[in-house]
């Protein structure tokens, strides 16, 4: 135990590994030799970086004489698996398919007692059966078998990291051969994150093969609420004038049709990031305490808001371009503006005046508040700013873009063309959902309401959930 | 060499509390016991966090009893606030309001010895009396408090630090009990920032109390500048119109007055930008010499560039959003623009294609420089790049926009309609600070002043600065 | 209380120095006294980071008297250089010109045995002779000189980092040394990366002289293309009409000529991007194995596909900002959307609508790809991710591409009045190359070709590269 202890102990370059360097060979300059089983293409990135970090690097190879001149760079011996083994002093890596771990058993002494890096990618997302690494783990028992860097490109090991904050996933069930990979990945520039034991291998070596699961709800929403809108004014706008007066207004399905279905989307979409929160204040005034948990429902929605706003922004900057757009090709444009522009008088003059500010101070908001989910802009922020950004400015976008629907929908609102087929406009529909968030939060602003929601967010219960009087007391205090 | 090797094994998991941990329970993969008082929400984040990271987590309650179940992860034990110190081996968080503090004082023996986190915020920024944490190490002299995480939203911990770059302030009186705070943070995924002694709980208890205090300088002048110019419009434009000659312009109070007003606030914001570096090379050169320093309101104004910078971007880009939104509703559009539109020869369609690509250019190199101001982006730059981007592209930005202002009111300076009321029109007065700064940094260029300067910035020190001649020779190797 | 104590100290900062300073001067916060030689710039905001990370600071001056009051924080102790050396328990910043190094040699004996740190840069780019921290070595044999800091500016030393992802590179030949200045710079909130030998300190040296070195070839290329498609339309728009009929178009040089190159010159990038993918793979195909390296021309190539896209990015963005612009003149505009509204019929409405929607979603995917060209973006994401967001998006982007310029030109490449002197229009020359890069790797996702592809890059190889069968199964598990 001891050894170990010490080598793992040292702060960060494993010190006993630095202390042999430097006294059996100086001209390592006190960096450990590190080993790499495999000699393709992970393991020539990682050679790389590792050199470039100032590790010998001894790479093992089923027949070392193949392996092309030049194709690993200087510094790095190319050797016999069991060469590599052996020179290697306490880190292995194993950069070899998990199909062919079995080939290695012949090494099982050599590895004993060293670290042994698993860096192999899960193939498939079910679970149930053991990780690669847990595999390897079982095949090599007197070895330490640490699972790292799967998460990390080769190309972004061949690059180095630009910035430290490339996060590298690392579990192990011995702590000190964990923690000497740390030392190590935090050397070669990256930023490790310790998830604990070798179990954990099951979930990092099936990261890399999630694509944005985070996104998943919020794409659907927006898919599915372009889709029924885009519909509603094919059907309003197109079908049924051709149906009914033979008009043709195809031509309108790429631009103008996408363009009234845009906004509209945007809109709803903008509601639905702060309904949630709503729902929640108002469970917790119903329920007249915080230690109730919300149902899943509420909270998955809550953790989605960030995807829910960025696809707002995504159609509100893309109805942006379409309306400009749309100015090019004038004389085919039916979109309200250019209707404006033939029958202006001072008074809709005012109108689009106004609609166009809203709508473009709505969109700077909504960009600003896009910009604070980069992660090094949002990391810059604290508390206060965040929730000034998210909560304040949020409601702001919010009020800004329904005064810019009402604005541009105000007295066609009135014309009985509007209902044409006894079919609201579309900017109608959009409005429902946004005005109720926007009213709500009025409500909870009003002192009675707030006041109350503030107390039961320090801990305060209502009597109704409390047996008896001085429970209050005893949970007032939990933060 | 064997008590700094083991002073070193602390690095990256404290290694005391992980041998005991790997000796007394194996199985828990050498992660010490944490403890936590408290059951709020920090409570349930921070374990979450805590057991993701993959420690054992113990959560001490009032009466574990009615937690209800669920709220906490599996892997934390809910217990009782003494059960919970007692069995945690190390790092105790609490987790409760401040001025519940005292109601810990039973807990005293437990805690002897102990590392005790307090993540408390200040409520108010007043200075003065003691921080959270100081009144928390009066009350338990024999544990050692270390101040942090209060800068870390509950939101943070549930969800991780997306990447490694999201800073933890840390402070305390007991180093080691730091060091292990700091290595904690760092397994959570958080980048520890050590701010020294206690004291230091200070300032960072109300660090999350500031609301963007960089910005306060930039936002004041350029919401002045905003309002005089829009005045100055509004009476040239609108009311002394109305008043002279009846003329009913109030429709263009929301876009084309906005939109006359905003680029020259943001022309001279541009200037406000470069205006301090001129200022500190002339004081350098009349002074002779960079060892005096330079008046605090210069030292601010430096600091505060970067935020005028991207205030003019933004009302820059917002000017080029609404100059295109009033192509919409060209007949009331009485901008320039149009006005040639309507009377256009060769030769002003050179002046407003060339006005054009002189806005669109210095747009442009802004958008470049506001990139730059991205954490990851400057990270990423070298000083050579940092300055070539902001003094080259930035005067490029200066002088092309100042190009796009003259263009643009070329011949239109030379009608008399432009002085109506005997007031010159806004962009030659926004023009005057601009050119100013462009004509002191030609000078500066000059040879003659540009050399001395360069000499005086490497150390060397005009005579009148120096009692003796040997003196310079000393002070010149400065860096 | 002696272990932990050590053992914590020497978490993060060098353990014994810890150990005396707690012992010599508790009031020391058991952080160690750093030394600092030289008061300049550099010297004086390294001082303020030191002090506001709770370090002990002694700046060394030649004759400190004169330094003027308030230059330098409190907790800052200004003294003569050798009371500094001596004063500084374990490390020394050495913060004056390299040509100076010499002058310090009397204080040999005060900096033996301690960590001199060199933060000079290189002041020119050319190789050969020694760096300054190998020349400073040279000077202190007994002393452990460690490079690093200088890629910090003092800036961003006065400021701190604001996220933890800010790299400073360090290398020395003694890795204790080293490994002590690590945990120094972590401590001042930047993120330490090791580069081994003070041999590195060459390339260290000159990082900040650098301009962006990867952007050359990029930009070099962009430049060309815009140089050559710029003169083709000047000679075919301009030079040529004049000449043949006098016409003068010579108003068109800044807009409508640069908008019609800009274009092709980004078509033509976003080919680029994908080119050197395709080459590989054929290359790979054709040789039956992934064994044998790419032409370094290749390589080279491949490292700058980001830079090419946001190239193409760029001119795209530019393009589309000139297209809205132009609209402002339209009396003059020329370019094809214009000449349409002239004589519009719904079938080039159609054709219109269509190549404009391509064009904001070709420009809208290009943004997302450009999005995770930020590394904090980009750092968020995985493999499959980024290969998604890469290949997938970019193809998609290209794919547009293509079709808004054939929407464009879809018609006038069949009037005659297009080929005018028998040039043919540009948007055709701009299609061959991205046409050929969508058709081939259309090739290659044929399931006979794709494959073998994937077979070769799992490490399988033709027989030809094979001298003996059994050969394949041992490359086989290559990674």
Same mark, same amino acid.
């Given at each position: 135990?001891?050894?170990?202890?010490?080598a $793992?102990?040292?702060?960060?370059?494993?010190?006993?590994? %630095?202390a042999?360097?430097t006294?059996?060979? *100086?001209?390592?300059?006190?960096n *450990?030799v590190?080993?790499?089983?495999?000699? $393709?293409?992970?393991?020539r990135?990682?050679a790389?970086?590792?050199?470039?970090?100032?590790?010998?690097?001894?790479?093992?190879?089923? +027949?070392?004489k193949r392996? *092309?001149?030049?194709?690993?760079?200087? $510094?790095?011996?190319?050797?016999?698996q069991?060469?590599?083994?052996?020179?290697?002093?306490?880190v292995?890596?194993?950069?070899?398919y998990?199909?062919?771990?079995?080939?290695?058993?012949?090494?099982?002494?050599?590895?004993?007692?060293?670290v042994l890096?698993?860096?192999?990618?899960?193939?498939?997302?079910?679970d149930?059966?053991?990780? +690669?690494?847990?595999q390897?783990?079982?095949?090599?028992?007197q070895?330490?078998?640490?699972k790292?860097?799967?998460?990390?490109s080769?190309?972004?090991?061949?690059?180095?990291?630009? %910035?430290?904050?490339?996060?590298?996933l690392?579990?192990?069930?011995c702590?000190?051969?964990?923690?000497?990979?740390v030392?190590?990945?935090?050397?070669?520039?990256?930023s490790?994150v310790?998830?604990?034991?070798?179990?954990?291998?099951? %979930?990092?070596?099936k990261? *890399?093969?999630?694509l944005f699961?985070?996104w998943?709800?919020?794409?659907?929403?927006?898919?599915?609420?372009?889709?029924?809108?885009?519909?509603?004014?094919?059907?309003?706008h197109?079908?049924?004038?051709?149906?009914?007066?033979?008009?043709h207004?195809?031509?309108?399905?790429?631009l103008?049709?996408v363009n009234?279905?845009?906004?509209?989307?945007? &809109?709803?979409?903008?509601?639905?990031?702060?309904?949630? $929160? &709503?729902?929640?204040a108002?469970?917790?005034?119903?329920?007249?305490?915080?230690?109730?948990?919300?149902?899943s429902?509420?909270?998955?929605w809550?953790?989605?808001?960030?995807?829910?706003?960025?696809?707002s922004?995504?159609?509100a900057?893309v109805?942006?371009v379409?309306?400009?757009?749309l100015?090019?090709?004038?004389?085919?444009?039916?979109?309200?503006t250019?209707f404006?522009n033939? #029958?202006?008088?001072?008074?809709?003059?005012?109108?689009s %005046?106004?609609?166009?500010?809203?709508?473009?101070?709505?969109?700077?908001?909504?960009?600003? =508040?896009?910009?604070?989910?980069?992660?090094?802009?949002?990391?810059?922020l604290?508390?206060?700013?965040?929730t000034?950004m998210?909560?304040?400015?949020?409601?702001?976008?919010?009020? =800004?873009s329904?005064?810019?629907?009402?604005?541009?929908?105000?007295?066609?609102?009135f014309f009985?063309?509007?209902y044409?087929?006894? =079919?609201?406009?579309?900017y109608?529909?959009?409005?429902?959902?946004p005005?109720?968030?926007?009213?709500?939060?009025?409500?909870?602003?009003?002192?009675?309401?707030?006041?109350? &929601?503030?107390?039961?967010?320090?801990?305060?219960?209502?009597?109704? #959930?409390?047996? #008896?009087?001085?429970?209050?007391?005893?949970?007032? +205090?939990?933060?």
């Amino acid at each position: 135990m001891k050894t170990p202890l010490l080598a $793992g102990s040292d702060a960060d370059a494993d010190a006993d590994a %630095d202390a042999d360097a430097t006294e059996s060979l *100086p001209q390592r300059l006190g960096n *450990p030799v590190i080993g790499i089983i495999g000699s $393709g293409d992970f393991s020539r990135s990682l050679a790389i970086r590792l050199v470039a970090s100032g590790f010998s690097v001894v790479v093992g190879s089923r +027949n070392p004489k193949r392996i *092309p001149k030049g194709l690993f760079p200087d $510094g790095v011996e190319l050797r016999s698996q069991r060469e590599a083994v052996d020179s290697a002093e306490r880190v292995i890596f194993a950069a070899i398919y998990p199909e062919h771990y079995s080939t290695l058993v012949g090494l099982r002494d050599g590895l004993a007692g060293k670290v042994l890096v698993d860096v192999s990618n899960a193939t498939r997302l079910d679970d149930g059966e053991l990780s +690669n690494a847990e595999q390897l783990a079982e095949l090599f028992p007197q070895s330490r078998v640490v699972k790292g860097f799967n998460v990390i490109s080769a190309w972004a090991l061949q690059t180095g990291a630009h %910035d430290g904050s490339r996060q590298v996933l690392i579990c192990s069930d011995c702590s000190d051969s964990k923690a000497t990979v740390v030392q190590l990945t935090r050397r070669l520039g990256f930023s490790p994150v310790d998830l604990g034991g070798l179990v954990a291998s099951r %979930d990092i070596e099936k990261a *890399p093969l999630h694509l944005f699961p985070s996104w998943e709800g919020a794409t659907l929403v927006t898919f599915l609420l372009f889709l029924f809108f885009y519909g509603y004014n094919v059907v309003k706008h197109v079908l049924l004038p051709y149906l009914a007066h033979g008009e043709h207004n195809f031509y309108q399905l790429p631009l103008e049709t996408v363009n009234q279905t845009l906004p509209a989307v945007a &809109l709803i979409l903008l509601g639905l990031v702060y309904l949630p $929160g &709503l729902v929640a204040a108002v469970l917790q005034l119903a329920r007249g305490t915080k230690y109730k948990r919300f149902p899943s429902w509420l909270d998955r929605w809550m953790c989605r808001r960030k995807e829910l706003g960025l696809m707002s922004f995504l159609c509100a900057g893309v109805h942006a371009v379409y309306s400009i757009s749309l100015n090019f090709i004038s004389p085919t444009n039916i979109n309200l503006t250019s209707f404006m522009n033939q #029958n202006l008088t001072k008074q809709n003059v005012w109108r689009s %005046d106004l609609y166009l500010s809203c709508g473009i101070l709505g969109l700077g908001v909504l960009t600003l =508040l896009a910009l604070t989910s980069l992660p090094s802009v949002g990391n810059a922020l604290n508390w206060r700013e965040f929730t000034f950004m998210q909560s304040g400015l949020g409601y702001a976008a919010l009020t =800004l873009s329904i005064m810019h629907t009402l604005f541009f929908g105000w007295d066609f609102a009135f014309f009985p063309e509007a209902y044409r087929y006894y =079919l609201p406009p579309v900017y109608l529909l959009a409005l429902i959902l946004p005005c109720v968030v926007l009213v709500g939060r009025v409500l909870l602003a009003l002192p009675c309401l707030a006041l109350r &929601l503030a107390k039961i967010r320090r801990g305060w219960e209502s009597s109704h #959930n409390q047996p #008896n009087q001085q429970r209050q007391q005893l949970l007032a +205090n939990q933060m």
